[in-house]
């Protein structure tokens, strides 16, 4: 078996891009946690229900830009060509 300079890279591309897409694991963890949250404060002050919401909601767009990147990591690794 015969693996030149451009196998290896592409190669390393594949597995670069499977190692960021795993980024998305702890933003799915933590927008979980913040949902769960954010429904015990609303069930505990009904009144507040607004200002509960609106916070978790910009908290869990902040949190998924971390799972984007590591998405947009992974398209760029995949298919961008890295020998021209």
């Given amino acids: ?3 030149n300079g451009q196998d290896l890279i592409r190669a390393c591309s594949a597995i670069g891009a499977g190692l960021a897409v795993i980024a ?3 933003p799915g963890v933590g927008q979980g946690i913040a949902a769960g949250h954010g429904a015990a404060a609303v069930g505990r002050n ?3 229900q ?9 908290g869990q767009a902040v ?4 799972g984007l990147y590591g998405l947009v990591i992974a398209l760029l ?3 961008v060509k ?3």
């Fill in 1 to 3: 078996m015969d693996i």
């Fill in 24 to 26: 998305g694991i702890g």
């Fill in 46 to 48: 009904p009144g507040a």
């Fill in 50 to 58: 607004g200002k509960i919401m609106s916070t978790m909601l910009l």
């Fill in 63 to 66: 949190a998924e830009t971390t």
């Fill in 77 to 79: 690794l995949l298919f």
């Fill in 82 to 84: 890295p020998l021209g």
